[in-house]
């Protein structure tokens, strides 16, 4: 039995998605289980036998963070402990999510992160979720760690679609352009996640996963308005100007790192993955709000 923690959030909604459509056996669960109330996941587990933990939930808020410490702590460490416990108890093996914040991105801009090299997180949220993965790595051995960054993806608030509501809103849209990372689709992710339980993998380790290939802020809304355009997301005569701006124009409660590119050389030897430039991805998934209006329309709002 797989054990899905954060099915309502945007990656974990995807990630069941592809649960259910290869009919794996599973469990899902979000808030109403809390992962910081280590007896209410004993209780939730009882008499359950688990092969697969995949921790998709998390305290994800990072200007929020700044303020409510305690409680991204409480959330992407201490529920993080709770359940490697779990995992140690059931002789689970856990996929757990971490994030390109680890890294304070000042490395050579030519150069990706490896899963070795040195972390050190520069806002509260980095800094939770790295004590979380300390959590998981003191407490037992069947982890897979996947850092990720710059998600997106049809569940959830995300760059995407708050570029496609500001199109529609603004003659002009300034976009940061001194911060680069990789623009990562849900769907490609999910299926990475998917092939190490279909591998039944015991490669365990920390792993980054991302979309192929480099952009910025502003690049990546580039081209969103680019593809949009051509797909008919946007108005014909609807012509937006967008403009690079420094992160010093936009302040935000959290600092973000400048370069966060990951390699991902690791994941891609292990599991014989293939991964899509994200430009090619970043088109499917346009391509799909296309073929369903009525729901990007409903999104959008929101964003
Ligand atoms: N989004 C990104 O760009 C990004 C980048 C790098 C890494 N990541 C990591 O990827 C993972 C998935 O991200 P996401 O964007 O899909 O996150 P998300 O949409 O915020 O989903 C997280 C889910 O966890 C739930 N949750 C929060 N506290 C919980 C608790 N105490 N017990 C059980 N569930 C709880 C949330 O509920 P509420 O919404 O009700 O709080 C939400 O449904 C996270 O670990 C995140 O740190 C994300």
Redo the contacts with the bound molecule.
């Keep these: 039995m797989i054990w899905l ?10 990630v069941e998605e592809l649960l259910k459509r290869k009919r794996l056996s599973y469990l899902a ?9 280590y007896p209410i996941l004993q209780e939730w587990t009882k008499n359950i036998e688990l092969a697969w933990i995949i ?7 990072v200007d929020k963070a700044e303020k409510e410490i305690e409680k991204a702590f ?3 460490r201490d ?1 993080v402990r709770n359940i490697s416990k779990i995992a140690i108890e059931k002789q689970a093996k856990l996929i ?6 680890v890294f304070n991105g000042k490395k050579d801009t030519h150069l990706s992160y490896t899963e070795d090299d040195k972390t050190e997180p520069i806002n509260i ?1 980095g800094k939770s ?1 790295l004590a ?1 993965e300390r959590e998981i790595k003191e407490n037992f051995k069947k982890y897979f760690i996947i ?7 049809a ?5 995407v679609y708050t570029m496609l509501r500001l199109f529609k809103e603004r003659d002009v849209v300034k976009v940061v352009e001194d911060q680069w990372g990789s623009p ?1 689709y ?1 769907v490609d ?1 999910a299926g990475a996640i998917l092939k190490i339980i279909e591998d039944d993998s015991v490669s365990y380790g920390i792993y980054h996963f991302t979309n192929e290939g480099v952009a910025s802020w502003y690049e990546f809304a580039r081209i969103i308005y680019k593809k949009a355009k051509r797909l008919g997301l946007i108005e014909d005569n609807k012509e937006v100007e967008i403009q690079p701006i420094k992160t010093e124009d936009y302040p935000t409660a959290a600092r973000r790192p400048g370069y966060s590119v990951l390699s991902k050389d690791k994941i891609k030897r292990e599991f014989d993955l293939k991964i899509r430039d994200w430009d090619k991805a970043l088109e499917d998934f346009l391509i799909s709000l296309k073929e369903n209006r009525e729901y990007l329309e409903s999104r959008v709002e929101k964003c």
């Design positions: 923690i954060g099915n309502k959030g945007m990656l974990g909604q995807e669960s979000d808030k109403e289980v809390d992962i910081t109330n921790n998709c939930s998390g305290y994800t808020d409480l959330i992407n529920g757990h999510i971490s994030t390109d914040y949220y979720k979380g850092r990720t960054a710059w998600l997106y993806g569940k959830g608030n995300n760059f990562t849900t992710l």
